[in-house]
């Protein structure tokens, strides 16, 4: 359990860790920020699908239109919407990404991840400052970096976090964390998950700790800030590794489906070329010639 001080009794639904009381859960739910909910878009084996997960699903359905109507009827407040400064940064910092080879895709605006987004371009030190959200393995513990610059050194960054702050909080941080503290940072492996897998079929890229944020970035794909997983070296099997077959294999489906997309315009416009010619011919038998 998280208290490490009984037997473990219940299971989150939310994240799976095994706490053993009320307090032990509401420990778990402020060190985690857990809600305590199953996340109902994960991934569910046939064989674990019952009538309680269909009616779950069913009720996920319903919440999903009522939440699409609800958009359709309103359209985003002005503290929503992106203004014209934040346009322009976005702009910037597309721009200035594709220049160190990171490929890094916006959602649309109102979406959480979205808003939380405080990457940004420096002009005058011509630097990324990227947010980094770190979650650490086995603890579900996760911490932030509003505004990383691209130059420092992963372990730098990993290192102020088992620091954790001063004070009262510093204390419980560091005790959340202290598995990770004992092992050492040259012993944790840093993953980033492949923004091109499906997502019951994950996988990932090992980070080297000793480079920079720019140079384990580039390359890569970036759904507006990257998530860094940390890792205990005795869970690093849970974290599959993106292969470059795996590359080749996501271009081919890729290129297939494009093929496919072409097959069906192609066969849409021969449909209509023909639906003219039919016309045409109703039109020429069905015309009188003139007395």
């Known amino acids: 359990s998280i208290c490490e001080k009984k037997a473990a009794k219940y299971r989150c639904p939310g994240c799976e860790q095994t706490t053993c009381s009320l307090d032990c859960i509401k420990l778990h739910k402020i060190n985690t920020k857990c809600s305590g909910k199953r996340d109902r878009t994960s991934f569910l084996n046939m064989n674990e699908f019952d009538d309680t997960k269909l009616v779950s699903d069913y009720r996920f359905l319903e919440d999903v239109n009522e939440t699409k109507q609800a958009a359709k009827r309103s359209k985003p407040s002005q503290a929503i919407s992106d203004s014209a400064s934040k346009r322009t940064n976005w702009q910037r ?113 090992e980070l080297d700790l000793q480079q920079t944020l720019a140079s384990q970035l580039s390359g890569k794909v970036i759904i507006e800030f990257p998530t860094f997983h940390v890792v205990l070296p005795k869970d690093k099997s849970a974290f599959p590794l993106f292969l470059s077959s795996d590359k080749t294999e996501l271009q081919e489906e890729s290129e297939k489906e494009e093929s496919e997309e072409e097959t069906e315009e192609s066969e849409e416009e021969s449909e209509d070329d023909l639906e003219e010619e039919d016309s045409e011919i109703v039109l020429a038998v069905g015309h009188e010639p003139s007395k």
């Not at 393995?137 to 996760?142: G, P």
């Not at 992963?154 to 004992?182: A, N, Y």
């Open 93 to 205: 910092l597309k721009t200035e990404a594709l220049g160190r080879g990171v490929e890094w895709l916006m959602q649309a605006e109102g979406m959480e991840k979205r808003r939380m987004n405080t990457s940004f371009f420096m002009p005058k030190k011509q630097s990324v400052m990227w947010r980094v959200r770190w979650v650490f393995a086995s603890v579900n513990i996760e911490c932030i970096d509003a505004r990383a610059p691209e130059s420092q050194l992963l372990i730098t960054l990993l290192s102020r976090h088992l620091e954790g702050p001063s004070g009262s909080d510093g204390v419980l941080h560091r005790h959340s964390l202290r598995k990770f503290k004992l092992e050492g940072t040259d012993t944790c492996h840093i993953f980033l998950e492949s923004a091109r897998c499906p997502g019951n079929s994950k996988k990932y890229f």
